[in-house]
């Protein structure tokens, strides 16, 4: 399992919800994840790139629109 920088890792517990933002990059032992101070794991949330795309190609076909008229 590799932690690296700038990824944020959400706590597993409902109760709890922690978040961390990574700091330094590290390569955890075991393959696990890392833990909460809570004692629970700790996951990354879902990323979805091409969700991002979509959004920055509206943003730029808007500004040409605009410049047009
Ligand atoms: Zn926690």
Request: overall charge positive.
């Amino acid at each position: 399992m590799d932690i690296r920088k700038g990824e944020q890792w959400r706590c597993q517990n409902q109760e709890c919800r922690s978040e961390i933002l990574v700091s330094t990059s590290s390569h955890a032992q075991g393959g696990s994840n890392p833990r909460c101070s809570c004692g629970e794991i700790m996951k990354k949330p879902y990323v979805r790139p091409e969700l991002i795309t979509f959004e920055t190609a509206n943003v730029a076909h808007r500004s040409f629109a605009a410049s047009a008229s």
